[in-house]
């Protein structure tokens, strides 16, 4: 099936959380808070980097590892392209999620899945460093400084609370370098991402 999972596409979505590129801002090294990492997040231009993600899924006994690249252009668009192990394409597009693989193709609107729209929502407040949108979809948590931060997300959205425990974000100035999934189920994926 095409689209498959919807907590699979979800999760691939979350990856894109790590897309927060480029942003030349230079702030000194001492603690922050939540609207210093905003303001500095809200600088990204967008781009596109790689990606290598490594997935745990109980059921198997080795991690299920694909690498490929990742771009956004502010304000709407987001895509993951995964090359390896085979080529997929996750597009969001304003409203509109599409998935590709091969020659096969499906586009869904996001108000068809509020929970999903809940977790794509906050993925473009993070992009955009707009806080209180990240505020009324997450419990937040940061911790460390500019040249070393750990953001925490733990959805808030009922139907979200289903499918992801959280989120972890870290990152240097504002350059998402890992971002952690852990699904409810115990499942989690950790996706490195190459500095662009």
């Given at each position: 099936?095409?689209?498959?999972?919807?907590?699979?596409?979800?999760?691939?979505?979350?990856?894109?959380?790590?897309?927060?590129?480029?942003?030349?801002?230079?702030?000194?090294?001492?603690?922050?808070?939540?609207?210093?990492?905003?303001?500095?997040?809200?600088?990204?231009?967008?781009?596109?980097?790689?990606?290598?993600?490594?997935?745990?899924?109980?059921?198997?006994?080795?991690?299920?590892?694909?690498?490929?690249?990742?771009?956004?252009?502010?304000?709407?668009?987001?895509?993951?392209?995964?090359?390896?192990?085979?080529?997929?394409?996750?597009?969001?597009?304003?409203?509109?999620?599409?998935?590709?693989?091969?020659?096969?193709?499906?586009?869904?609107?996001?108000?068809?899945?509020?929970?999903?729209?809940?977790?794509?929502?906050?993925?473009?407040?993070?992009?955009?460093?707009?806080?209180?949108?990240?505020?009324?979809?997450?419990?937040?948590?940061?911790?460390?400084?500019?040249?070393?931060?750990?953001l925490v997300l733990t959805p808030k959205n009922t139907q979200a609370i289903k499918l992801v425990k959280l989120i972890r974000l870290i990152g240097q100035k504002s350059l998402v370098s890992r971002v952690d999934v852990e699904l409810t189920?115990?499942?989690?994926?950790?996706?490195?991402?190459?500095?662009?």
């Amino acid at each position: 099936m095409i689209f498959g999972n919807l907590s699979l596409c979800i999760h691939k979505f979350f990856t894109i959380f790590l897309y927060l590129l480029g942003g030349l801002a230079f702030q000194p090294a001492w603690s922050m808070d939540l609207p210093q990492l905003m303001q500095v997040l809200a600088q990204n231009k967008g781009g596109k980097t790689t990606f290598v993600e490594r997935k745990y899924v109980a059921m198997l006994d080795e991690p299920v590892e694909s690498s490929g690249e990742l771009r956004f252009d502010p304000p709407y668009r987001l895509e993951r392209r995964t090359l390896k192990p085979r080529t997929e394409t996750l597009v969001l597009e304003k409203e509109t999620l599409t998935l590709s693989q091969g020659k096969s193709s499906r586009t869904v609107s996001l108000t068809e899945y509020p929970e999903v729209g809940v977790l794509i929502e906050s993925i473009r407040a993070t992009l955009a460093g707009d806080q209180k949108t990240l505020e009324r979809y997450y419990q937040i948590s940061l911790s460390g400084t500019l040249t070393a931060w750990q953001l925490v997300l733990t959805p808030k959205n009922t139907q979200a609370i289903k499918l992801v425990k959280l989120i972890r974000l870290i990152g240097q100035k504002s350059l998402v370098s890992r971002v952690d999934v852990e699904l409810t189920d115990g499942d989690m994926s950790i996706m490195t991402i190459a500095k662009p």
